[in-house]
T-cell receptor
Framework: GESVGLHLPTLSVQEGDNSIINCAYS??????FIWYKQESGKGPQFIID?????DKRQGQRVTVLLNKTVKHLSLQIAATQPGDSAVYFC???????????FGSGTRLSIRP | DADVTQTPRNRITKTGKRIMLECSQT?????MYWYRQDPGLGLRLIYY???????NKGEISDGYSVSRQAQAKFSLSLESAIPNQTALYFC?????????????FGPGTRLTVT
């Protein structure tokens, strides 16, 4: 989930299990949401996005769920692999501001 | 992502020095961004540019300036570096056409101010 302060929340998952990473967003007027993956030493990389008029979107091994009632976003990764180890950020677009605001991230670690 | 390049990749500088970080892209995107990332924190927007003649302040623009020299180039300057500007800096691009807002990030510049 979202973190406040200096410590990233960490999710530890057994290899092969499903991972669920949560994010609470702040602006009820946000119209577009994105998940990014950041591997060590690299820039963030786009994973999947969803518009506010949808509640679910699926990609390859990933699913994003959006609950606008409680302003909650989740990323589900199926059959987690070692290569999924990274920090995952959710981001929201404030429709009035035309820019993206990033959350503070969740570190996903994979147990062999 | 080789489509967005940043130079230098690492830089150590002293307090009070002026430093410029450069970003180039070959994606043909019109929008470019500079972000700062501190340990344990997400990305914070410093400046963004929606085209060559459009420059906007982000959340944390104090102490920074930018120049959009061409559609493909967007540089970030620290006029007088201070230690709390030690961070990882990312450039990103996006395409305003098509209705998507996906941003493509460069590999980052690690800046240390001593």
């Amino acid at each position: 989930g979202e973190s406040v302060g200096l410590h990233l929340p960490t999710l530890s998952v057994q290899e092969g299990d499903n991972s669920i990473i949560n994010c609470a967003y702040s602006n009820s007027a946000s119209d577009y949401f994105i998940w990014y993956k950041q591997e060590s030493g690299k820039g963030p990389q786009f994973i999947i996005d969803i518009r506010s008029n949808m509640d679910k979107r699926q990609g390859q091994r990933v699913t994003v769920l959006l609950n606008k009632t409680v302003k909650h976003l989740s990323l589900q990764i199926a059959a987690t692999q070692p290569g999924d180890s990274a920090v995952y950020f959710c981001a929201e677009r404030y429709s009035s501001a035309s820019k993206i605001i990033f959350g503070s991230g969740t570190r996903l670690s994979i147990r062999p | 992502d080789a489509d967005v390049t940043q130079t230098p990749r690492n830089r150590i500088t002293k307090t009070g020095k002026r430093i410029m970080l450069e970003c180039s892209q070959t994606k043909g995107h019109d929008r470019m961004y500079w972000y700062r990332q501190d340990p344990g924190l997400g990305l914070r927007l410093i400046y963004y540019s929606f085209d060559v003649k459009d420059i906007n302040k982000g959340e944390i623009s104090d102490g920074y300036s930018v120049s959009r020299q061409a559609q493909a180039k967007f540089s970030l300057s620290l006029e007088s570096a201070i230690p709390n500007q030690t961070a990882l800096y990312f450039c990103a691009t996006s395409d305003s056409k098509g209705g998507a807002y996906e941003q493509y990030f460069g590999p980052g510049t690690r800046l240390t101010v001593t």
